[in-house]
């Protein structure tokens, strides 16, 4: 089993900055990509950005320019660097991996229980 665990989201002004954190941990054997998702009330949940083992990213239009996510493998952890904030950026932003656990052979798709971000003045 593994386990994600968010932290960083909280209320910010427009034009402000935050920095989300997404730590994994448990019984894991190995991280592959992990992203980050967002989803607002009555909405969708939609893709942020995601980030391959080896660092290679993809981003969302609504965010490049402004978004940076980014790994530490040693630590089992994924960023998000969030700039230029919009009231539209309002939402819970939710952490995702695909992981192989030590007993488990098959790559599975876990989630944290997401961290709230409120743009707003």
């Known amino acids: 089993q593994v386990q994600l665990v968010e932290s960083g989201g909280g209320l910010v002004q427009p034009g402000g900055s935050l920095r989300l954190s997404c730590v994994a941990s448990?019984?894991?054997?190995?991280?592959?990509?992990m992203g980050w998702y967002r989803q607002a009330p009555g909405k969708q949940r939609e893709l942020v950005a995601k980030i391959t083992h080896d660092d290679i990213t993809d981003l969302a239009d609504f965010v490049k320019g402004r978004f940076t996510i980014s790994r530490d493998n040693a630590k089992g952890t994924v960023y998000l660097q969030m700039n230029s904030l919009k009231p539209e950026d309002t939402a819970v932003y939710y952490c995702n991996a695909e992981a192989y656990s030590d007993y488990d052979p098959r790559a599975v798709d876990y989630w944290g229980q997401g961290t709230q971000v409120t743009v707003s003045s």
């Open positions: 448990g019984s894991i054997f190995s991280l592959n990509a």
